[in-house]
């Protein structure tokens, strides 16, 4: 790292956090996100968009799918579609060695989280193309070029979601991984405005819905409202890809432990968890939402077989 990541002679000196938080909090205050459709303190939306063990959990979980599947995350080149504000790049490679790359969009719903990014990586002194600007449908990448493809809580912001997973399966090595973490809108879960929400609810009828809790219905017109069935359209289009899991071990796991973290409005879930604990109505929670698949989040991780 450079001298102004790591101080001369010097324990590392960190970014300017309170800044990239300001430059972070305008751009969610201008666009209506926050009292309009989440009800958490802007301070904590940043707090947890700039936070350090947020990005170690994304990494985690990516050398966790990618054991599993047979491959090394130390070794691997990966891709991150929709970087963000860049924490999970930057944290891959300064804190974890990882030869991890991302994308992210100039037009975004934040614009400022991509000014963040670039002023992350100046900070730290990496490749300024570490995280380029681009779409997930025209991913600037080779053909097979990675060998894991990771996307989390993107998909459901994208223009085409068809055609990001279509590029990321473009650029994946043949064996490669595909892993995508993303809500799932047949689950009672929405994590943007942090409330219930009705399984399979269409856009027309979560407008009105969201208007009940005061919430502003123009952002449902911003999501894809992707469940189970939407990745099973999908895929019979990809013969060449095998499914290796949906997340659901690690939905039941966190249901049944309350071991999960409690970033953005996740912890109105935990609190909602808990009352089915109490209630005494884990057990036939649990067996209703494996038999309709309401794992929240979908975790789709795939195995690229052949050229797609």
């Not at 001369?8 to 960190?14: E, F, L, S, T």
């Not at 005061?214 to 289009?237: E, K």
């Not at 690690?250 to 409690?262: A, H, K, N, S």
């Not at 929240?296 to 077989?305: D, E, L, Q, S, V």
Request: aromatic share 10%.
């Amino acid at each position: 790292m450079a001298d102004a990541a790591t101080g001369r002679n010097g324990p590392p000196v960190p970014p300017d956090w309170a800044e990239l938080g300001r430059l972070l909090s305008r751009g969610y205050i201008d666009s209506g996100f926050i009292g309009g459709v989440t009800r958490v303190p802007v301070a904590d939306v940043v707090r947890d968009m700039l936070s350090e063990a947020r990005a170690d959990e994304q990494i985690d979980e990516i050398r966790r799918a990618a054991a599993a599947a047979g491959l090394d995350a130390g070794t691997a080149r990966i891709l991150e579609v929709g970087s963000g504000c860049g924490m999970t790049v930057v944290r891959g490679r300064v804190a974890h060695g990882l030869d991890i790359h991302g994308i992210e969009p100039s037009m975004g719903e934040y614009s400022s989280t991509l000014d963040v990014c670039r002023r992350l990586i100046d900070h730290y002194d990496l490749p300024v193309n570490a995280v380029r600007d681009a779409t997930g449908e025209a991913i600037p990448f080779a053909d097979a070029s990675f060998d894991i493809v990771y996307s989390s809580n993107v998909l459901e912001h994208v223009g085409n979601p068809g055609a990001v997973l279509d590029e990321a399966l473009r650029v994946l090595k043949p064996g490669g991984l595909l892993l995508i973490v993303v809500p799932n809108y047949g689950s009672w879960w929405e994590g943007h405005y942090g409330i219930l929400w009705l399984p399979g609810m269409p856009a027309w009828l979560a407008k009105r819905y969201v208007r009940l809790f005061g919430r502003d219905p123009a952002y449902v017109d911003t999501l894809n409202l992707i469940d189970r069935r939407w990745f099973d359209r999908w895929l019979s289009r990809h013969r060449g890809v095998e499914v290796l899991g949906w997340g659901w071990e690690v939905f039941e796991r966190r249901l049944r432990t309350l071991d999960f973290g409690e970033w953005a409005a996740l912890s109105v879930a935990k609190r909602i968890v808990t009352l089915v604990h109490r209630s005494g109505l884990l057990r036939p929670a649990v067996w209703l939402a494996r038999r309709l698949h309401w794992e929240t989040p979908i975790i789709f991780a795939a195995r690229k077989h052949r050229s797609d």
